[in-house]
Nanobody, 125 residues
Framework: QVQLVESGGGLVRAGGSLRLSCAAS????????MGWFRQAPGKEREIVAG????????YVAESVKGRFTIFRDNAKNTVYLQMNSLKPEDTAVYYC??????????????????WGQGTQVTVSS
């Protein structure tokens, strides 16, 4: 059983920064591709960033490119999302997700098998 626990969300002013963390259980964390997704009220869940098993490949959505960075520490079973220059439109619940199927980095939320409970990020103007 895989458990993912996010932390680091909160309320921040526009232009500020937050770092989200996702701690994973399981000895095979380094075998999983990981993703960060977000869902705003009334909108579909969308990918924000993804990272391959050993961090050699990353993906960042165009809407956050240059502001958000995804990275992981396999020794700590943790994946991070560094968010800088936050905007009000970044307000959403942020989820981390694990894809244990080896292969290419997937971008659709339906392709991820395990999910955290989510953490709220609110950016005030």
């Amino acid at each position: 059983q895989v458990q993912l626990v996010e932390s680091g969300g909160g309320l921040v002013r526009a232009g500020g920064s937050l770092r989200l963390s996702c701690a994973a259980s399981g000895r095979t964390f380094s075998n999983w591709n990981m993703g960060w997704f977000r869902q705003a009220p009334g909108k579909e869940r969308e990918i924000v960033a993804g990272i391959s098993r050993y961090g050699s490949a990353t993906y960042v959505a165009e809407s956050v490119k240059g502001r958000f960075t995804i990275f992981r520490d396999n020794a700590k079973n943790t994946v991070y999302l560094q968010m800088n220059s936050l905007k009000p439109e970044d307000t959403a619940v942020y989820y981390c997700a694990a894809d244990p199927d080896p292969g290419r980095l997937r971008l659709e939320y339906t392709e991820y098998d395990f999910w955290g409970q989510g953490t709220q990020v609110t950016v005030s103007s």
